[in-house]
């Protein structure tokens, strides 16, 4: 349990003050699903930190594979009772592709970060 008289809370505000990106933060707060108990501990942000910047190197590219399909699945899975963990597995799925084949549709990062931004909240 977090509480103020534990000493075990973990405010965002202190996380920003200390120059942590905030999509970072919210990255790591979707990584688990709402109803399930958590512990906020040291990997979780280092972890957050890595997969932000592999999508936003791989939403920079040029050209990246389809991303269609990514946005019917990110869909799916967040309609199926809010499971990010699995629209984040499919989004990482698609940074994986993308940044070890690349691909030829010029409009995929462009899409992967509008999904991304607007399902998630997660500016890249």
Known sequence: KISKSRGNRV???KLSEAG???MAIRLALLDGHYRADREWTGGRLPAAEASLARWRTASALDAGPDATALLGQVRERLADDLDTI???AAIDSWVDTALADG???DAAPGLVRDLVDALLGIAL
């Open 11 to 13: 405010l965002v505000s």
């Open 20 to 22: 942590v990106d905030p």
């Open 86 to 88: 699995g629209a984040l």
């Open 103 to 105: 691909g030829r549709e």
